[in-house]
């Protein structure tokens, strides 16, 4: 929703009150963001995806991480290939075991 606010909109996204609007037009909470903004847990789970993204080797978005990292995706995947992907781990689930794609 925020990409097409910028892009088709010609919003700015990073106005607090753009970003208002948009979690309105979604039914989201107003007064529930603000809190988790102000008490700061926002930004701590943004850190932890950092964290998280660092640990991984992720090198940008986006990036599907599957298979416990043993598998990445990243950039313009088309859809057949991270279908093929998920099928596999699903037929497959064991830990450690190989995937095929």
């Avoid at 995806?49 to 991984?56: G, N």
Wanted: glycine share 6%.
């Amino acid at each position: 929703m925020f990409r097409k606010v910028f892009f088709s909109d010609v919003r700015d996204i990073g106005n607090r009150q753009v970003q208002d609007d948009i979690a309105l037009s979604l039914g989201l909470s107003k007064t529930a963001i603000h809190s988790l903004i102000d008490n700061g847990k926002a930004y701590a789970e943004l850190e932890l995806d950092r964290l998280e993204a660092k640990a991984y080797k992720v090198p940008g978005s986006p990036t599907l991480v599957l298979n416990d990292a043993r598998q990445m995706l990243f950039g313009n995947v088309g859809y057949r290939i991270i279908e093929a992907n998920v099928r596999e781990l699903l037929a497959n689930p064991d830990q450690g075991e190989a995937a095929w794609c």
